[in-house]
């Protein structure tokens, strides 16, 4: 479907650039290189994990090598480089997020991220409780434990 058909399914239409190509890793909106700024966003939430460099090379020539690529520009660059969320209520976001998911190894490196962008151990510990109430108690244990991992490192 082309023309205002398609900006109908899609929603209002407002943030549509029907007729545009956008080149592949860009925001078309933004004009932002995806990468670039994913590989920024997650060297601030990294600090000293990532070397410096555009053409830093994240595969691994494994099965699934591309995961990482592909979460560095559609995590990274897409929602994490966005401004109109502070990288702490990101984090306290996602930690909610990932606690209700069961995401143990995504959790404990998001822990360590959380600490970077401000948050406390007591903070951690009140996202945990407070998932208690809406994912379970075996998932907040889970992710206690998870955490308790992280902070000691």
């Known amino acids: ?11 209002s239409g407002a943030d549509l650039q029907v007729g545009t190509d956008p080149q592949v890793g860009a925001d078309p909106r933004a004009g932002t290189d995806l990468r670039a700024a994913g590989l920024k966003a997650m060297r601030e939430a990294l600090p000293g994990v990532f070397p410096e460099g555009d053409d830093l090379d994240l595969r691994d020539g494994r099965l699934g090598e591309e995961l990482v690529e592909i979460g560095l520009t559609s995590v990274w660059g897409a929602l994490w480089a966005r ?4 990288r702490r209520d990101r984090s ?8 209700a998911l069961g995401a143990e190894t995504e959790l404990r490196t998001h822990v360590r991220i959380a600490r970077t962008n401000g948050l406390t151990e007591d903070e951690i510990a009140e996202v945990i409780y407070h998932a208690t109430g809406y994912a379970g108690f075996p998932a907040a244990t889970a992710a206690r434990n998870a955490a308790r991992e992280a902070l000691a490192d």
Do not use: K, Q
């Open 83 to 86: 401004e109109r969320l502070s």
């Open 1 to 11: 479907m082309s023309g205002a058909g398609a900006g109908a399914e899609l929603g």
């Open 92 to 99: 306290l976001v996602t930690l909610g997020i990932l606690i």
